[in-house]
């Protein structure tokens, strides 16, 4: 069984739909460097966190500029979670850690997996992901399960398999890869950010599947 995030909510409705759906965590995005439909202001990301009920993970995603702003921005945020995008250092991440003790995971490409390693002692979880060339996520493109998870067993963190997921694939990428959770965001979206509520619900219902597939 794995666990789910649904990730990229902009709007109360959407979120309430992905806990109502039985997601595991939820995500909003914030101070991004690139264009994307899901990114709403530090100030709507706080009012959306804020409704998520107990037993689900708030997350903020987010690429702010510097380790001290991360640091200010999840103290106006108040998330439970923080997925980091992006380039950063180990030495980046403790600091972010102890300064906040909010959980930290960090987003790295599934080609990178020299990287996946160099944090694995450091970060709360790894986001194997489909990253562009700024390390943002998003990008609604898969890549191998299988390979994943094979890092996945060589890592001692829990390892979030995400990029380019969707109802219809979910449960054959859990069954490749075993991954502690899975990650979605455009694979569950109408357009603009909008989550198709029926998509999100047929997601987490089929992420876990996977038995049946075994
Ligand atoms: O979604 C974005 O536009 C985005 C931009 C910058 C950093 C992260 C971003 N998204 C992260 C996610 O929503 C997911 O954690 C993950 O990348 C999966 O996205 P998708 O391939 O669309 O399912």
């Not at 702003?69 to 972010?96: F, N, S």
């Not at 191998?144 to 398999?161: C, H, Q």
Request: glycine content about 8%; some cysteine.
């Amino acid at each position: 069984m794995a666990r789910v995030k649904i990730c990229g909510l902009t709007r109360g409705a959407d979120l309430r739909a992905a806990v109502d759906a039985g997601a595991d965590a939820v995500g909003v995005i914030s101070e991004i460097p690139v264009d994307s439909p899901r990114e709403v202001d530090p100030a709507t990301a706080a009012e959306l966190l804020a409704d998520v009920p107990p037993f689900v993970t708030a997350t903020l995603v987010t690429m702010p500029e510097s380790a001290e702003r991360a640091v200010e921005l999840l103290r106006t945020v108040t998330p439970d979670a923080v997925q980091l995008h992006g380039e950063w250092t180990p030495d980046e991440i403790r600091y972010i850690r102890a300064e906040t003790e909010r959980k930290v995971l960090l987003a790295v490409d599934a080609d990178d997996p020299a990287r996946a390693e160099e944090f694995d002692a450091v970060a709360d979880a790894l986001v194997i992901d489909s990253t562009d060339e700024s390390g943002a996520g998003g990008t609604g493109e898969t890549h191998d399960w299988e390979r994943a998870g094979d890092l996945a067993a060589r890592l001692t963190s829990p390892v979030v398999l995400a990029g380019g997921l969707t109802a219809d694939t979910v449960a054959e990428a859990v069954r490749a890869a075993d991954p502690f959770a899975v990650d979605v965001a455009s694979g569950v979206e109408l357009s603009d950010g909008r989550k198709d509520h029926n998509a999100v619900a047929r997601f987490v219902a089929n992420a876990g599947r996977e038995m049946e597939l075994a």
